[in-house]
């Protein structure tokens, strides 16, 4: 009854060609001839986001025409079960006593219904529409169903007196993807996670070739766990079925939430690991690093490998969160996913635009912007509703705004919100604009 609505009215006034032009389908046959509709015709209406069931009826009749006890069993029914009722009336022929006596009927219902006059089209002088406000109706609907004209506004009323059903809530499906060139670990981490050997491990290079996707459920979350065929440096990229492998690991980058960037403890950090990296944040992707195969060190072999060594090898990307990690024996991959999660969170979430002027000003304060022949001014911050965390910064030059001072911006910003693992992005635009 909830999402249910029902044309009635007497024969011939456009009904079954309203059913058709709301339901986008030819279901119901439309004919001049008076009483082609008996039974009641059931169509599904989509609109802006929104669907209800539609029910065409019979034309009420005379009492003297045949079925016309069995067609007003027929609209009684459907009137019963709808929560809207469309009573049409024909334009053309102005207002009738049937019209009025099924008026007076719908009124002792407690239903909702809308006077629908069908056939507005054409000449105005041959158009009854204002002898309908005798059935005391504050509001009337003028339409032509067979032209198209006027439905979209009766879908939008419909649409709104139909009862809003609470949405339920979807659970969020968070996408992590394992990175890094070649035997790192990212099959053998999978295997770990979910307890089987879905990936194929091997000490032989370019084992995994496509990027397989898996799901996964912890602390309440539904992951999807995307192992990637590993990434060499370019130069090392002749086979084509190697190519092919990495242009499946960039697809995976492209479509997935947090990147886990697998960094093999025994060689260290290495030129193409900072590259993964780079390609990762250029993507805007929210980022961890797992150290892997750290159960293989010993402990001055781990003092190279320890975060503070690490970050300063970053650079001014030390927002990234470093996890130690050993596939192989299940260490801290729990932990590796609770961070993830963390990450996540930190990458879509929303700053309101006082807190983030309160804390322009006080960096500004602390350390306002080198001068030059102008004077140059940081007056507004606002943050883009986008899938990583970006700024409008609005200056009176922004041309001028050095790449120095916005570094110190960004790290002044982390210390005062969230955004562990998640690159920052600040667009600058001219106050004037």
């Keep these: 009854m909830k999402k249910k609505v029902v044309i009635v009215g007497r024969s011939n006034v456009g009904k079954s060609t309203l059913f058709n032009c709301l339901t986008e389908k030819s279901v119901a046959i439309v004919d001049r001839k008076p009483g082609i509709t ?11 986001g929104c669907s209800f069931t539609l029910i065409d009826t019979g034309g009420c009749m005379e009492k003297e025409e045949i079925y016309n006890d069995k067609i007003l069993e027929q609209v009684l029914l459907a009137i019963q079960e709808s929560f809207i009722i469309l009573f049409v009336v024909d334009g053309r022929s102005g207002l009738t006593v049937l019209d009025d006596r099924i008026a007076q009927y719908i009124r002792k219902l407690d239903k909702k219904f809308l006077l629908v006059v069908n056939k507005t089209e054409g000449n105005p002088e041959k158009i009854f529409l204002y002898d309908f406000y005798q059935l005391g109706l504050e509001k009337i ?193 729990l932990q590796a996913l609770k961070k993830g999660i963390e990450v996540y969170k930190n990458k879509y979430s929303r700053i309101g635009t006082a807190k983030l002027n309160k804390i322009l000003q006080k960096a500004i304060k602390k350390h306002p912007h080198p001068q030059k022949n102008q004077p140059i001014t940081l007056n507004y911050i606002t943050q883009l509703p986008l899938a990583s965390p970006t700024f409008i910064l609005f200056s009176n030059h922004p041309s001028y705004v050095n790449s120095n001072y916005l570094i110190y911006l960004e790290n002044f910003f982390r210390k005062y919100f969230s955004f562990e693992g998640v690159p920052i992005k600040f667009v600058l635009r001219d106050k004037r604009t």
Excluded at 145 to 156: C, D, F, N, P, S
Excluded at 227 to 250: C, W
Aim: net charge positive.
């Design 141 to 333: 609907y003028p339409i032509s169903a067979a032209h198209k004209i006027g439905t979209e506004k009766l879908l939008q009323v419909i649409i709104d007196l139909l009862p809003q059903e609470k949405k339920q809530k979807k659970k969020e499906l968070i996408h992590f993807s394992f990175i890094g060139h070649t035997n790192v670990g990212k099959s053998t981490l999978l295997n770990s996670y979910l307890k089987e050997n879905r990936s194929i491990v091997d000490e032989s290079a370019h084992t995994t070739r496509d990027s397989h996707n898996n799901h996964y459920h912890l602390y309440g979350y539904n992951l999807i766990l995307t192992d990637t065929a590993g990434i060499p440096p370019r130069a090392k990229i002749k086979e084509k079925i190697i190519a092919r492998s990495v242009k499946s690991s960039i697809i995976a980058i492209r479509k997935t939430d947090i990147c886990f960037i697998l960094i093999d403890a025994v060689k260290g950090l290495t030129n193409q690991d900072k590259h993964l990296i780079k390609l990762t944040i250029n993507y805007k992707k929210g980022i961890l690093i797992l150290v892997n195969k750290w159960d293989l060190l010993d402990g001055s072999s781990k003092i190279k490998m320890d975060k503070t060594v690490l970050q300063e090898s970053l650079g001014n990307i030390s927002y990234i969160p470093i996890i130690y990690i050993s596939a192989k024996k299940k260490l801290n991959i």
């Design 38 to 48: 008996r039974d009641r015709h059931y169509g599904k209406v989509s609109y802006r």
